[in-house]
């Protein structure tokens, strides 16, 4: 079913084609939105919430969605929101009170390779590459993440951050030095297995958003 005929505000459960197409659309968005998620959060769990909720705003208001722009960057702008809303919302509860630092999960290799140096090797650099990216100052970070690990150009990187193309350029240069042009060199094609979203976390987190927005909303007890 075409995603313009879903095009309305889910007022009771959506119907089965309406779950197919949205399941179409996780399956489809996963991976690049939760990347986008994380580069702004930092953290894989708060990033998984942050992509389930945006999941639900947008499907919850999808006739919100005009068509002036493509369906991925309609879908990152709702996850940067949430994610920047709840990065502020975290910054005042660290105020009220101390916590502690979350640490960061790391990631799972692709274990398809059966050399156990190069497998450990990947590891290395890809440790490396998500270390030196978290620690990569806000108004860098989200830019580096878009422009090398997922490839979008200036314009697109431009539009989704609400920033001009020189302001752009001007961030991923000061990143590429902050990071070291000889990280550069070594991170380029396995930078495609980074910050990876697949497997049973995107099943888990495509059902659990199709689960929350099919409750009737008539339902009490219905979030």
Known sequence: ??????????????SVPDVEVFRSIMQAHNRKLYRIARSI???NSDAEDVLQEAYVRAFTHF???????????WLARIVINEALGRLRKSRRQRKLAETHQAEIIAFPLN??????????????ILDLIERL????????????????????????????????PETVRTRLHRARHLLKEQL???????????FPFAGKRCERLTEAVLARISRDPRDPDGK
């Open 1 to 14: 079913m075409p995603v313009a005929e879903s095009h309305r505000r889910l007022d009771h459960p959506p």
């Open 41 to 43: 959060v930092r953290n």
């Open 63 to 73: 006739s919100d969605f005009r068509g002036d722009a493509t369906l991925t960057t």
């Open 111 to 124: 274990s398809s390779s059966s050399d156990p140096e190069k497998t450990m090797a990947q590891r290395q």
């Open 133 to 164: 990216t978290d620690h990569l100052p806000d108004v860098y970070r989200t830019v580096f993440v878009l422009r090398v690990i997922e490839g979008l150009n200036n314009e697109e990187t431009a539009t989704l951050l609400s920033l001009k």
């Open 184 to 194: 550069e060199k070594q991170i380029g094609p396995v930078l495609l297995d980074a």
